[in-house]
């Protein structure tokens, strides 16, 4: 069961201006701390946010791929001064290497978490909201394509139940038949979705979306509390941009394992990744207040 996330009810600018922040910076640091807080927030966030569909989406998809990337690259990359063994065909495993592979798996799974989140946050709503007056149709398209993959699962469910109704069951019969019924399915779905998209274009164009006096409801209002949220993923931002550009972030994989950022006094250093830190845990650290907040009033009646 899904949680309620106080960070979603942010104003859409807001959200977006996180999403932007996080997903360049754990796109660009390699540094094996900021993956580490990086990865740690990503999943706590979202295991907020999805509950056990995400931890078994977690399970299925992505303990996997974190461990086939981390034993891929030390197979193909033998670069390192450090090594542990030798491969069967003669090249050497080396230590650089098989880190380099491990903190790849982790950025790999850290943004995919980070989308994760960002598709329940953002909401069709949302990029309509943002875009719909500066790019119409681009925001429509976004919105669509947001929407899409959840509406066709549950569409294709009901078709494959019905059609399982009248005897045509993809999981029984000869390969010849499940193929055969399977093909029938998978034609109903492009129908409903071409009928789909052409409904939904013509509803939009009807209602004057993209005209360029049209004037649009929204619900979204930029209030106080937005307004220091901004002002505190800018300010981190701000600070952490100088931490990248003065070095902070900065590690070598090879030919040795070294960090060879700028040479700050460790408090300095120490202060940018608790900023880093605090901008990852944003959300996480708005859901606690929050709940605090509700259970001293609940404590109260």
């Not at 069967?88 to 850290?110: D, H, K, R």
């Given at each position: ?132 007056r500066i790019l119409p149709a681009l925001s429509l398209i976004l919105s669509m394509s947001l929407r899409f993959v ?142 605090i907040i509700w259970k001293r009033i609940e404590s109260k009646i």
């Amino acid at each position: 069961m899904m949680n309620k996330d106080t960070f979603s009810s942010f104003h859409p600018l807001v959200n977006m201006l996180y999403f932007v922040a996080i997903l360049g910076f754990s796109m660009f640091f390699m540094h094996p701390a900021s993956l580490s807080i990086s990865l740690i927030c990503a999943l706590t966030y979202a295991i907020y946010l999805g509950g056990k569909k995400f931890v078994r989406m977690g399970l299925i998809l992505m303990l996997p791929m974190l461990i086939f990337t981390a034993v891929l690259n030390p197979i193909f990359n033998h670069q390192g001064a450090t090594i542990l063994a030798y491969l069967p065909n003669g090249n050497p495993l080396t230590l650089e290497s098989s880190m380099f592979g491990i903190a790849a798996a982790v950025m790999l799974i850290t943004i995919i978490s980070w989308f994760s989140c960002f598709n329940t946050v953002m909401t069709s709503d949302k990029f309509i909201y943002l875009l719909g007056r500066i790019l119409p149709a681009l925001s429509l398209i976004l919105s669509m394509s947001l929407r899409f993959v959840p509406r066709f699962r549950a569409q294709i469910r009901v078709v494959s139940n019905a059609q399982k109704c009248i005897g045509r069951n993809v999981s029984s019969g000869s390969i010849l038949q499940r193929a055969k019924h399977g093909i029938r399915i998978l034609s109903i779905m492009i129908t409903w979705t071409l009928e789909n998209a052409i409904e939904t274009a013509d509803s939009m164009k009807s209602r004057g979306y993209g005209l360029p006096k049209r004037t649009a409801f929204s619900i979204f209002q930029f209030d106080k509390r937005d307004v220091i949220a901004a002002i505190y993923i800018l300010i981190c931002t701000a600070i952490i941009i100088t931490g990248s550009m003065l070095e902070v972030f900065r590690f070598r994989y090879f030919p040795t394992i070294r960090h060879i950022g700028g040479d700050f006094p460790i408090f300095w250093t120490m202060l940018i990744f608790i900023v880093y830190f605090a901008l990852c845990a944003f959300p996480v650290i708005m859901n606690i207040r929050e709940d605090i907040i509700w259970k001293r009033i609940e404590s109260k009646i």
